[in-house]
């Protein structure tokens, strides 16, 4: 995954503990920036499942 894009929220000042997401086809890698070898990858279904979830508040 050397060659993969990550990218930061905007919120994200600094390189302390900011969440990276990268596009990887049909899945979507999560990695925390301070541990950048250990990755979370699901598919993109999930992910949408999930960004829109926080949208509508439902993890309050």
Avoid: Y
Avoid at 7 to 18: E, G, I, L, P, Q
Avoid at 27 to 44: A, F, H, T, W, Y
Wanted: charged share 30%.
């Amino acid at each position: 995954m050397s060659d993969t894009r990550w990218f930061k929220a905007s919120r994200c000042v600094s390189d302390h503990h900011c969440v990276e997401v990268a596009d990887l086809d049909a899945e979507v890698g999560v990695r925390n920036s301070q541990r950048p070898e250990d990755v979370l990858i699901v598919p993109k279904a999930v992910w949408r499942d999930l960004i829109a979830g926080v949208k509508a508040g439902e993890f309050g």
